[in-house]
């Protein structure tokens, strides 16, 4: 059976992005919880770094991954622009593209993008600590722009469906990869 750490972005005094009152740290924490759910249903082991509102900093999170054996790490985000509406879409970031880890974003990003978000693609980034510190394939996962409405009318609207797809990519990716 696979193990797949997921990662929650900021929590606790770490609110993340916020718009009009919205935190980034409330809603994935919210994404992640259903999105587990549905990986444990569907027989993957889930490792979480955190499942209520606290605060751990990457380097810990990266830390308590290793020491999982876990398979892929998964962050989940929310993105934010620096003008409210600038932006919308999804993107998932990897700290390389040769990376298994890219796959699965590939695979998460069109399952997003099926759901009505704009797909941003896979960029590499190699200057995130939970990418860059995790010594399993790791993505991070920008679950639409927090400060832009339509962005968040889809994440409300379409909540479990966005869960089922982040789900679906990572099982698909276990099956073909596995």
């Known amino acids: 059976m696979a193990t797949v750490v997921l990662d929650a972005g900021h929590g606790g005094a770490n609110p993340g992005a916020v718009y009009n009152g919205r935190q980034e740290k409330d809603d994935v924490l919210r994404l992640t919880l259903a999105v587990g759910q549905l990986l444990e249903n569907a027989g993957v082991n889930v490792v979480y770094t955190r499942t209520t509102d606290v605060y751990e900093s990457p380097a810990q999170k990266a830390a308590e991954a290793n020491q999982s054996g876990a398979d892929f790490f998964v962050s989940i985000h929310r993105n934010s622009s620096v003008y409210p509406n600038q932006y ?74 966005i869960a089922q797809a982040i789900a679906d990519g990572i099982v698909d990716t276990l099956n073909t990869q596995g």
């Open 88 to 161: 919308t879409g999804i993107e998932t970031l990897v700290y390389s593209l040769s990376s298994p880890a890219a796959a699965m974003a590939e695979n998460i990003n069109a399952n997003l993008e099926a759901l009505g978000f704009v797909n941003h693609g896979v960029n590499e980034r190699t200057n995130l600590i939970v990418l860059n510190q995790t010594q399993m394939p790791a993505l991070l996962v920008e679950a639409g722009f927090i400060n832009n409405d339509r962005d968040n009318a889809i994440f409300d609207s379409r909540f479990q469906e």
